[in-house]
């Protein structure tokens, strides 16, 4: 449990994504200061100006400022979305050496100046950079978090609602492992207002295949999104105020986020997304869903993956 006192947010890479998440913030009311770091000092000067001056319609107060590195010394969480963002066609995957070097950079300056909270980590390939950003800060795992399959599993939900007619808050499903390519559906044990997926596919062959199509819709989502606008924000951007919130207010809540993995699902020194109790500690446990065979294949073919590419990286 850390010693941070008040609710200051050190924000770190202004971008599309970065500001989705600070409008998102600042409209939930949800911290005191949120102090923003970019290299791009005019932009972000110019971002700053504009939320500020929606400040007085939001729930409460949010000091919002141009940040430096010394802010990160009383802050409760840093939240990192800076890095060089996916090109169309290109996967996630293939941004990792480009953004373990921003990494390293980054988390070198904020231990430097003290910091003793949280890290949220969005920046892609985020399983990947959440155990560079472990590794170069020397915090416990628990205070070090990656966004993981959250949008994901929103995205998941969403669409499921729409094939339903029910709001997706009434859809219990996840989706877990890498956030990219290889993450995969929990339809054995998701639900939607308290029907069995599962029983429902069986029943029917025909729901088997809209709810892997829609699936399949989810993983490929962002690829649509950035060849039709270059990027996706707001979806992360309300995700990563999702978690921020869970973290800030001590919710305890379950969230697929990226989390360091001992065991879970038979995966070692890896972060994946599964869903884990995500509170003021950081993440307090990891929740191992049960997975049929199914499933397990997957979601091995999903470790193997990510673990391959993380022995190249870091041996
Ligand atoms: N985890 C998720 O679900 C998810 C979803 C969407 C995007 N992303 C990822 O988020 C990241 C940002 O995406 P984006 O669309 O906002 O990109 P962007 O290019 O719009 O923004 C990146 C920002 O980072 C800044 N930056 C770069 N290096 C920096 C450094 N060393 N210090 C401070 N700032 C620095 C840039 O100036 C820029 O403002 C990408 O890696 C992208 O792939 C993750």
């Known amino acids: 449990m850390t010693n941070f006192v008040g609710n200051k947010v050190v924000l770190i890479g202004a971008g599309d994504v970065g500001i989705a998440y600070a409008y998102a913030l600042v409209n939930q009311g949800t911290v005191d200061h949120?102090?923003?770091?970019?290299?791009?000092?005019?932009?972000?000067e110019g971002n700053v100006m504009d939320l500020n001056h929606g400040v007085v319609w939001a729930p409460s107060r949010t000091r919002v400022t141009v940040g430096t590195y010394e802010d990160c010394k009383d802050a409760s969480m840093v939240v990192i979305c800076a890095g060089a963002a996916q090109k169309p066609g290109e996967t996630r995957l293939q941004l990792v050496d480009?953004?373990?070097?921003?990494?390293?950079?980054?988390?070198?300056?904020?231990?430097?100046?003290g910091f003793d909270g949280i890290f949220l980590v969005a920046s892609n390939p985020v399983d990947l950079l959440t155990y560079a950003v472990w590794k170069a800060s020397g915090l416990p795992h628990e205070r070090v978090i990656g966004s993981g399959t959250v949008l994901d599993s929103a995205r998941y939900r969403y669409m499921l609602s729409e094939m339903e007619n029910v709001a997706p808050t009434s859809v219990h499903a996840y989706i877990i492992g890498e956030h990219g390519d290889s993450e995969l559906p929990v339809v054995s044990s998701a639900n939607i207002a308290g029907v069995h997926m599962s029983r429902r596919s069986e029943e029917d062959p025909d729901y088997n295949q809209r709810i892997e199509k829609i699936f399949e819709q989810t993983r490929d989502a962002a690829y649509h999104i950035i060849d039709a606008k270059g990027s996706t924000s707001y979806g992360i951007g309300m995700a990563l105020a999702r978690i921020t919130r869970a973290v800030i207010q001590n919710q305890g809540v379950a969230l697929p986020v990226s989390t360091?993995?001992?065991?879970?699902?038979?995966?070692?020194?890896?972060?994946?997304?599964?869903?884990?109790?995500?509170?003021?500690?950081?993440?307090?446990?990891?929740?191992?869903?049960?997975?049929?065979?199914?499933?397990?294949?997957?979601f091995n073919k999903s470790f193997n993956t990510l673990n391959d590419i993380k022995k190249e990286i870091f041996g």
């Open 98 to 113: 480009k953004n373990v070097n921003i990494m390293n950079s980054i988390v070198g300056d904020v231990m430097k100046n």
């Open 260 to 298: 360091y993995l001992q065991g879970e699902y038979g995966a070692e020194d890896v972060y994946m997304g599964t869903p884990a109790i995500v509170d003021r500690s950081g993440v307090s446990r990891a929740i191992e869903l049960q997975l049929d065979e199914h499933e397990q294949e997957r």
């Open 34 to 44: 949120l102090a923003i770091i970019d290299i791009d000092e005019k932009k972000l």
